[in-house]
Nanobody, 118 residues
Framework: QVQLVESGGGLVQAGGSLRLSCAASGTIFSINGMSWYRQAPGKQRELVATITGGGSTNYADSVKGRFTISRDNAKNTVYLQMNSLKTEDTAVYYC????????????WGQGTQVTVSS
């Protein structure tokens, strides 16, 4: 059974930093794209950042220049370094990955809360 487990959320003041981690476990042949999404109260879930298997990255305009996505393929882990945090970054952050076992399949993590105070 494949699982994605996030960690690293918490409470931080505006201007501060947090680093989220998401580790995939279980029977894994390979991992294709890995992404971070977020969902604020009363809003739809939105894509924050994506990293391909080859390391190419893409970011939402709202986080460009402040957030950095990276991955450690040996550890089946994706990271999100969040700097210069703003109150509007407050949300539950979810990890998402396309994991190949026998066939490719999409998986979601359980989410981790990030709260940025003013």
């Amino acid at each position: 059974q494949v699982q994605l487990v996030e960690s690293g959320g918490g409470l931080v003041q505006a201007g501060g930093s947090l680093r989220l981690s998401c580790a995939a476990s279980g029977t894994i042949f390979s991992i294709n794209g890995m992404s971070w999404y977020r969902q604020a109260p009363g809003k739809q879930r939105e894509l924050v950042a994506t990293i391909t298997g080859g390391g190419s990255t893409n970011y939402a305009d709202s986080v460009k220049g402040r957030f950095t996505i990276s991955r450690d393929n040996a550890k089946n882990t994706v990271y999100l370094q969040m700097n210069s945090l703003k109150t509007e970054d407050t949300a539950v952050y979810y990890c998402y990955a396309i994991i190949v076992n026998l066939v490719p399949r999409a998986y979601w993590g359980q989410g981790t809360q990030v709260t940025v105070s003013s």
